[in-house]
């Protein structure tokens, strides 16, 4: 699987699930599964797309892959991704809501399990001074 941490101005887009049950309300990365053929940055843009009506550039990755509950064997990857100039505004066109986020309302959301173990990263995306790594 692989998800879009789209970032502007900032901020973070989250989007809430609309299905299965079991999700439902939970927000997440846009993305999806990586079909046969493809590139995860393929990937990424063609869900961003389907999901979000927008065209993005997937760039580098973020954090490390994080197992998916369950026993599918699946895991998340997360790349950084970037409205190309000009693209259509984000729309909810597969999921209940949309929401930019910033680094300090992060935690505030109930995000999908996977993806509660790459807030981290995440905050460390949109507040590039303050990560614990950077000496300055
Ligand atoms: N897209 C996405 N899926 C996530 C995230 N975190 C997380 O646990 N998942 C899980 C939820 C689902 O069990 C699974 C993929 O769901 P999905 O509906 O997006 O993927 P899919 O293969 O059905 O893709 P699609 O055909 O609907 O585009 O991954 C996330 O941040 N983004």
Redesign the pocket.
Known sequence: ?V?AALVEDGMLLAQQ?RYPAV?AGGW??????VEPGESESEAVVR?CR??LGTEVRALERVGTDVP???D?G?S?R?RLACRVAGARLPVPL?HRALRWVGSSELAELPW????RLLLDSLRALLDPGSGKQDPK
């Open positions: 699987m998800g699930r999700h997440e990365l846009p993305g999806g599964r869900e389907e999901e998916l509950p369950g599918s699946m998340l997360v597969e999908l399990e996977a993806d």
